[in-house]
């Protein structure tokens, strides 16, 4: 069983806590340049969960205990209550970043219960404490994806094609990775695994990120526009699809990147597998199903650009929807950390987080 320690992260590190500030590795500048932004403030962690220097939902989850701690450590009064209101202050900044991802709300209202909890203790011990569950929330996200990653892996052939969306990897969480984290272990067990990655527009995080990360870890990758997703279920060169996912609702539908309703209608028509990979921070069981999931819509000029290229004419509109929704009757397993789920999810949802350690 090789450690989390050595698998997070492959030659690269996605977020960590240095010496009193939070550096993350920034993902708008990949593949062409490797750049570690070190940033000392709340708000320049929440700016840059909402530029997506950092993205991928545990990520800015991680991100955003993180630029609690900072609140916390740059609190320079003595008053309990007012370093909880600057906490209040600070989630409120954070949450107002990306609505759609759920990790973003566990990791902030797990460390709100932290600091709430030790009121009776001293600022400098409360500062201390923060830092503190930020690491190991970080340590507990790469440590339950290498677990995950190794319970995926006995879904896939000895030798195959899986096609992915967007980037699940090392980048989105961590250091280890959800639907990445699945190639990863499987490519650690001498499976023969290729990876087709959907160059995932507007964005292009499968072209740029997917593509850079599987590269480093000596994984085969292939780019593909991500129309040409069926085209290829056709010919029978994709055995399974495994995607992430930034929400799961109780019933288990799945909001993730848009464009992956539209892989998991294809699945079914061409009978491919479609697997969903989440640690448990992503389900939600507030919300009954995905009809309830906040979808965020993001720049269009993203969508009429391609980096500083315009594409479309001047005056044309255009939508962006950052996420859709796939309902759970399309979706063949989730994998979590605790094990497989397949149908009815409801129920095995309810009961994996009943049993949940948080």
């Given amino acids: 069983m090789v450690t989390a320690q050595e698998e997070c992260p492959s030659g690269f590190r996605t977020i960590e806590w240095k010496e009193g500030k939070v ?4 993902q708008r500048l990949l593949p062409q340049r490797e750049v570690y932004r070190e940033l000392a403030t709340v708000g320049q962690v929440a700016e840059a969960i909402k530029k997506m220097v950092i993205r991928g939902a545990p990520a800015i989850g991680i991100a955003a205990a993180m630029g609690l701690a900072l609140v916390a450590r740059n609190y320079k009064g003595r008053s309990m209550e007012g ?4 906490l209040e202050r600070g989630a ?8 759609t991802a759920v990790n973003l709300q566990w990791a902030i209202r797990r460390c709100l219960d932290v600091a709430k909890k030790a ?20 340590r507990e996200d790469v440590e339950g994806n290498v677990a995950l990653g190794d319970f995926g892996a006995s879904l896939v052939p000895e030798e195959g094609n899986i096609l992915t969306h967007c980037n699940a990897g090392a980048l989105a ?4 990775g ?4 699945v190639v990863r272990s499987a490519h650690r067990q001498g499976k023969r695994v290729r990876v087709l990655a959907c160059e995932t527009r507007p964005f292009l995080q499968g072209a740029r990120l997917t593509a850079w990360e599987m590269k480093k870890a000596g994984i085969p990758v292939t780019v593909i526009a991500d129309n040409m997703a069926g085209h290829f279920m056709k010919r029978r060169e994709v055995d399974l699809v495994i995607v992430g996912a930034d929400r799961i609702a109780r019933n288990g539908d799945v909001a993730n990147k848009i464009g992956t309703y539209t892989l998991s209608v294809l699945c079914k028509e061409h009978s ?3 697997y969903v990979a989440a640690p448990l921070s992503t389900f939600d069981p507030s919300l009954g199903s995905g009809e309830e999931i906040p979808i965020e819509e993001r720049d269009p000029e993203e969508v009429l650009r391609v980096g500083r290229m315009r594409i479309a ?13 796939t309902p759970n009757h399309l979706v063949w397993a989730i994998i979590t950390e605790k094990g497989i789920l397949r149908a009815p999810f409801q129920e095995r949802i309810q009961a994996l987080l009943l049993n949940r350690k948080v």
């Avoid at 409120?92 to 609505?99: D, G, H, M, N, Y």
């Avoid at 969480?173 to 280890?176: F, P, V, W």
């Avoid at 004419?313 to 929704?325: H, Q």
């Fill in 83 to 86: 370093l909880l209101l600057r």
């Fill in 178 to 181: 959800t639907a990445l984290g």
């Fill in 313 to 325: 004419p001047e005056g044309v509109s255009a939508r962006y929807p950052a996420f859709d929704v």
């Fill in 23 to 26: 550096v993350m590795l920034d």
């Fill in 173 to 176: 969480t961590g250091g280890y």
């Fill in 272 to 274: 491919v597998p479609f």
């Fill in 92 to 99: 409120e900044l954070l949450l107002s970043t990306r609505p």
């Fill in 119 to 138: 009121r009776h203790m001293k600022v400098e011990e409360i500062s201390q404490l923060l830092v503190e569950e930020a690491q190991r929330i970080l």
